[in-house]
């Protein structure tokens, strides 16, 4: 079992920035790679960045693609880096860990954390 643990949301305006932290522990040898996924309110949870391999190779949303940046230190840490936060995006932001190299889909995903409220105020 992995068991991953989400770290840094907050309250922020409108153009500010937040960093949220993921950490794993537990059995993470065989992990391929991460990813992040956020859910508003009354709406499914969707894709935001992932990162897989040990090159490393990122993929984000259209939606956030040059504003956030997903980055990992080792094998146990991940960090979303958001900049320019808009109201839309407001959620509660999930960390999740596969063993597929299939990166965009919640299905592909085995474990994941309790989640992280940004809230971006206008």
């Known amino acids: 079992q992995v068991q991953l643990v989400e770290s840094g949301g907050g309250l922020v305006q409108a153009g500010g920035s937040l960093r949220l932290s993921c950490t794993a522990s537990g059995r993470t040898f065989g992990i391929y790679g991460m990813g992040w996924f956020r859910q508003a309110p009354e709406k499914e949870r969707e894709f935001v960045a992932a990162i897989s391999g040990s090159a490393g190779s990122t993929y984000y949303a259209d939606s956030v693609k040059g504003r956030f940046t997903i980055s990992r230190d080792n094998a146990r840490n991940t960090y979303l880096q958001m900049n320019s936060l808009k109201p839309e995006d407001t959620a509660v932001y999930y960390c999740?860990?596969?063993?597929?190299?299939?990166?965009?889909?919640?299905?592909?995903?085995?474990?994941w954390g309790q989640g992280t409220q940004v809230t971006v105020s206008s």
């Open positions: 999740a860990a596969r063993h597929v190299s299939t990166w965009y889909a919640k299905g592909a995903y085995d474990y």
